[in-house]
């Protein structure tokens, strides 16, 4: 195997571990009782950035190698979807959610879910794994598969633990919270636990999405040296 490719599997791996293992609450309990919740954080921070550096770096100078050949329909699959995982980033990014570190107050408000909230309790990493697997699909190579997937390992990782930390530290504030939420997107509406309120979402949030949209689209190549077209 390429050595590129080891960096690169490696490192996505190490992404997600780092990811996991650390957030774990007896895992991070003992590490903040040594060295403070201030340097874990930041610690915590340089690790992710220092592998995900390294992803790009690998990712760059992989061979490649197809695993399938992306016809017309497969290369535009990002166009497609990409609408869709930014909408999400976006508005998981500017919509309050007690599921985001730092808005565990939003608990206790009337109306803990608005929103995109009403559609998933994980807006921004579903954003990343539509993200993921768009581009996956679409490159069909073996180091996109590596790259790629280890932001999806993460999301899919993220939205466990995160549901869990969170049911073990705010029990029955989090669970009346997680009762009328999902993780699956839609799924909460379909159960007849929630609704979807489309002006919840706003205007504003959609025109930063149309404007981010576009900006990538036609920015693909001068940024990442491939065009979306």
């Given at each position: ?6 960096i690169?599997?490696?490192s996505?791996?190490?992404l997600?571990v780092?990811?996991?293992v650390?957030?774990?609450p007896?895992v991070?309990s003992r590490?903040v009782n040594?060295?403070g919740?201030s340097?874990?954080?930041g610690?915590?921070?340089l ?6 550096v390294?992803?790009?770096?690998a990712?760059n100078?992989?061979p490649q190698d ?13 166009a497609l979807l990409m609408p869709?995982a930014?909408?999400?980033v976006?508005?998981?990014m500017?919509?309050?959610n007690p599921?985001?570190f730092?808005q ?15 559609v998933?309790?994980?807006p921004f990493?579903?954003?990343t794994?539509?993200w993921?697997v ?5 490159n069909g190579?073996i180091?996109?598969?590596m790259?790629?997937g280890g932001f999806f390992?993460?999301s899919?990782?993220g ?5 869990k930390?969170r ?7 989090w ?8 993780s699956?997107?839609f ?8 609704a979807l ?5 706003g205007w504003i949030k959609?025109?930063?999405?149309a404007?981010v949209?576009?900006?990538l689209?036609?920015?693909h190549?001068w940024?990442?040296g491939v065009s979306?077209?």
């Amino acid at each position: 195997m390429n050595s590129m490719y080891v960096i690169l599997l490696l490192s996505s791996i190490a992404l997600v571990v780092t990811h996991v293992v650390p957030s774990l609450p007896t895992v991070r309990s003992r590490i903040v009782n040594k060295i403070g919740e201030s340097a874990f954080s930041g610690i915590y921070s340089l690790i992710a950035v220092a592998c995900i550096v390294v992803m790009v770096w690998a990712f760059n100078r992989v061979p490649q190698d197809f695993l399938w050949v992306p016809g017309p329909g497969l290369r535009h699959i990002p166009a497609l979807l990409m609408p869709l995982a930014l909408l999400l980033v976006v508005s998981g990014m500017l919509t309050p959610n007690p599921a985001t570190f730092g808005q565990e107050g939003q608990l206790q408000a009337p109306t803990p879910a608005s929103g995109i909230v009403r559609v998933t309790r994980h807006p921004f990493l579903w954003g990343t794994i539509l993200w993921s697997v768009a581009h996956v699909l679409a490159n069909g190579d073996i180091g996109s598969l590596m790259f790629f997937g280890g932001f999806f390992g993460l999301s899919v990782a993220g939205m466990i633990g995160l549901d869990k930390k969170r049911a073990a530290k705010y029990g029955d504030q989090w669970r009346k919270f997680a009762d009328t939420t999902s993780s699956v997107p839609f799924a909460a509406i379909i159960g007849g636990r929630n609704a979807l309120i489309l002006r919840e979402i706003g205007w504003i949030k959609l025109i930063i999405t149309a404007v981010v949209y576009f900006a990538l689209l036609f920015g693909h190549h001068w940024l990442f040296g491939v065009s979306a077209f």
